[in-house]
């Protein structure tokens, strides 16, 4: 009984993975700007060429950012749609864990290291969480993770102050801080990226993450991570003195 | 066999709207509105309706369908407005109601906004004739259409080129120090006062104009001209009669939107006129309409104001329409169009 993952914190990112973790088909589109045209033929790509039936599906897992408003929006309104007329839960997890949790993998990270996930949070700033690894496999074979601080926003050099010690890392009994994801990418003055590290969320990784917290028992809203309030001016309007009927 | 049941999404502006359609009939309207949010700012924020939306669209759905005591699974078809409007918000819905035509396995219909504002009255007055005449008159758009087949054959004969009517009204109750939206205290206010006392312009009526603009309208000047009027009674320390000022500045939009409407009524032989979207709860629009649609012979339709406003059942509406033609449902990966034109009924 398969659930089907989607994340659109950066480009989108489209899984469907059996109750094991493993994947069944997964689709990526890398257009930032067309979430709202891409996510759905790709829902429908994977659910065809797994053969899978839709009324099969047991969750819907959504990437719940940081990530640029209306991008990440497609997504979270997309998996609690869609789990609503499939009758199941829809299970959030943040965007960055997945790209914590793939470092994990892919860099050969040891209990006690550390990722710094990051991503585009456009403005000349990044999104970003500090994880410190706990364990290289737990449950179902999925790295675990905790968070250090953050998620947050910010400028990358400050970014890089505040969490990479600017120089400290690599001093002796500390851990090493692995700068992983394309938010780093676009500053590596700053945020110098790991070799091989991961540079957007995995959809598969997200679903193995978020069956992982679901046989834990561990509640997983689908709240977006926004991080900033919405542009707004109040409004200097000018006004005439009423001198009649006024308001 | 019973008509299709249409499940109608709207969220192009700050109403997340849902609505169920059978046939003619609507089963349920509802709607959750983030105007309280907006108030504050003085005009709709893209950003906070956007994230009003995301909250409101499943509980919306949900209390639809306990409403109208229907599960998800009878509904056939899924309408959503793929605009006009604002980007952000459309994007919410046309996402949700993809997610909907996959989970229930039902073909999607996105569809137009502005028609939908026309399309409603036949849930209240039943199926259009074969030719209407229809005004679509709110805070972001004034057009006129002449609709042929709500499904299929719409023409646009006219639009604003600057300012909506609606938006018109807003902004002259910020010059007279009304609270936002300010089209409500203006009408409001107009109806105490002389809509005759000042004659303020009436845009695009002049000969010159009557050739390329026949059937447009033109707001800017007028509020431009209301703003000037009262500067200039300011200056030199006069009282402004606030009722007369909003009664004759009402009275100018509502005698453009008449005159041109009707006018196109005769030009193109049509008997019967539909005037929707919000700003058709105007009073002056809504008396001056009646007199001059009585002396013309012309048959006038306006749907109590409940349907007039942004919802979901101008939608169903018009899905409704569309199924029943026969048109061909929409791909996954439509976009959604901030500026779709009037013609386009379907995407």
Known sequence: ?247 | MADPLVLGIETSCDETGIALVRGNELLVDAVASSMDEHARYGGIIPEVASRAHLEAMVPTIQRALGEADVDLSEVDAIAVTAGPGLVGPLTIGASAAKALSIGLNRPLYGVNHVIGHAAVDQLVEGPFPERTMALVVSGGHSSLLLVEDVATRVTELGSTLDDAAGEAFDKVGRLLGLPYPGGPHVDRLAREGDPHAIRFPRGLTARKDQEKHAYDFSFSGLKTAVARWVEARTDVGQEIPLADVAASFAEAVADVLTAKTIAACHRHDVDTLVVGGGFSANSQLREMAAKRCAEAGINLRIPPIRYCTDNGAMIAALGSAVVRAGVAPSALDIPVDSSMPLTTVTV
């Open chain 1, 1 to 247: 009984m398969p659930v089907l993952a989607l994340d659109t914190s950066a480009a989108v990112a489209v899984a469907l993975v059996g109750e094991d973790g493993a994947r069944l088909a997964s689709r990526t589109s890398d257009e930032r700007r067309r979430h709202a045209e891409s996510l759905a033929p790709l829902i429908a790509e994977v659910l065809a060429e797994a053969g899978v039936d839709r009324a099969d599906l047991t969750a819907v897992v959504a990437g719940t950012g940081p990530a640029p408003f209306t991008g990440l929006r497609v997504g979270l309104v997309t998996a609690r749609t869609l789990a609503l007329a499939l009758g199941i839960p829809v299970l959030g997890v943040p965007s960055l864990d997945a790209l914590a949790v793939q470092a994990v993998s892919d860099l050969g990270l040891q209990p006690g290291d550390e990722v710094l996930a990051t991503s585009d949070a456009r403005r000349r700033e990044v999104y970003w969480a500090r994880y410190r690894v706990v364990a290289h496999e737990g449950a179902g074979g999925v790295p675990v993770v905790e968070t250090v601080a953050g998620p947050d926003v910010a400028r990358a050099g400050f970014v890089a102050q505040a969490q990479l010690g600017e120089g400290t890392s690599e001093a002796a009994g500390t851990a090493a801080v692995h700068v992983v994801g394309e938010g780093a990418m676009l500053y590596p003055d700053f945020l110098p990226v790991a070799e091989d590290a991961p540079l957007v969320p995995d959809a598969t990784v997200l679903a193995r993450i978020a069956l992982v917290r679901r046989a834990q028992g561990l509640d997983q809203p689908s709240e977006p991570l926004y991080l900033r309030r919405p542009d707004v001016q109040e409004p200097v309007g000018r006004v005439v003195p009423a001198t009649g009927a006024s308001a």
